[in-house]
């Protein structure tokens, strides 16, 4: 009997899970074991001199692998959990195994395509599922070439379209057997420990903010419960508190929650209480997040380019203006309290991640790959596609129609902080 092994990515969930689903069906049929295996990433420093996680990201997903850990140890099967490189790490084990074949989600970005086109150099058979986005790019009224470049006109054809995503799957009480000899290997990693700040707009030392798949469900039925659907399109501009904007963005980077899940969510509540036009913004971000992940399926490489999509020239760079907002020591309040926010917390709002970029790009005349670079660090949400997307736009080296998003720094302090409140918050580290 030989095992199929299982690769957790950026899918740290038991419920609808179509690419685990796909692996446990593989394993019955064929009557052999299931060895479900998240790889963590070693340390890295950036090129701009920084570790590439840092401490709050590293706590959130420890506390998402603990939780999916637990989730399967309940099943019956146990997490087996390696130390990247995956390209190394995974043979080895398959090796060890005598397995031929690793199904995975498919993550559509540079670096995730080597791991997987490595594995396969070594031999591996690859199965690779896509499961990240609210729709299926399948049932888009688009080939993924002819995706269209600006946002709006994405929106308007998949809503003519009427496109529904798939039905969100259950998941499973029991899953196949693992090799006997692994059920008693001790594999799991501590958890670094992050500062609490009260501050936060994502505590995520908090239990309730873990990256677990069972503090996503209770973070989005909450969220349901409360009603904030109503209130979503009114608060999500504010820059500071936990209920201004869903949260479920750590969630998602993770894999702890998926698109559909929220949807089917979003569905009832409108049936128990409504469809507002703020509910349907729940939706249009969503679709936000479609976009730039069918735009790493459009141009893949390209959007890494320092010339960008359009060739343009590569962009400018300033070594100490870098450092200076990297930390905080602009000079602009309302971007230093943003930057003191992001490093404190690992989290900052959408339109303090938009005026604190377009602050570094515009008015400091700095790399934006500088940039993501940092918020890459940072973020307890990084997600590549989301990321990458957001700063090219920005930048004006993307599909922006506008070739870019230079934002007024004093008139968007005067109109999302008129009383100062939000730099009083973070005026001090
Ligand atoms: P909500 O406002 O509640 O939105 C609901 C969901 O819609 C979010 O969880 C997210 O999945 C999606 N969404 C909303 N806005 C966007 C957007 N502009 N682009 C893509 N998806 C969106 N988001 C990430 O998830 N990871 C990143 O690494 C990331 N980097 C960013 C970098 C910059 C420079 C900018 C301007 C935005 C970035 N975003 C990123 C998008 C956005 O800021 C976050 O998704 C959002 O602030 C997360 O908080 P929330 O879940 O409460 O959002």
Known sequence: ?????????????????????????????DRCELVPVYCHATEQTTRWAFPRTGPHRRHFVSTAVAGLSEAITSAGSRLIELTGPCAEALPALARSLGAERIVCETIAAPEEEDEVAALRQAGITVDEVWQSTLLEPGTLPFASKDLPDVFTEFRRAVEKAAIRPRRALAGRDRLPPLPTGLMHSRTSK????????????????????????????????????RQLPHS???????????????????????????APQIHAHLVTFEAEHGA?????????????RDYFRLLQRKYGRRLFRASGLKGNASPPHDTSAFERWRCGQTGHALTDAGMRELAATGYIS????QIV???????????????????????????ICSNQGNWLYIAGYGTDPRGG???????QAAEHDPDGNYRALWSAP
């Open 1 to 29: 009997m030989t095992a199929i092994i299982y690769w957790f990515r950026n899918d740290l969930r038991l419920h609808d899970n179509p690419a685990f689903e796909k692996a446990c069906c593989l394993a019955e049929q």
């Open 190 to 225: 501590s958890i670094p420990s992050v500062t609490p700040d009260p501050r936060s707009a994502f505590p995520c030392s908090r239990p309730e903010f873990h990256g677990s798949e069972s503090a996503a469900i209770a973070h989005l039925r909450r969220y349901m419960a």
């Open 232 to 258: 979503y399109k009114s608060t999500r501009n504010k820059l500071a508190g936990i209920d201004d904007s869903s949260k479920f963005s750590p969630w998602l980077a993770v894999g702890a929650l998926s």
């Open 276 to 288: 507002s036009e703020s509910s349907y913004w729940l939706w249009f971000e969503l679709l936000w």
């Open 350 to 353: 959408n339109r303090m991640r």
């Open 357 to 383: 970029a377009s602050y570094l790009i515009h008015e400091l005349g700095c790399d934006w790959r500088a940039g993501a670079a940092w918020f890459e660090s940072c973020l307890i949400d990084f997600d």
């Open 405 to 411: 998003r230079r934002f007024n720094p004093d008139k």
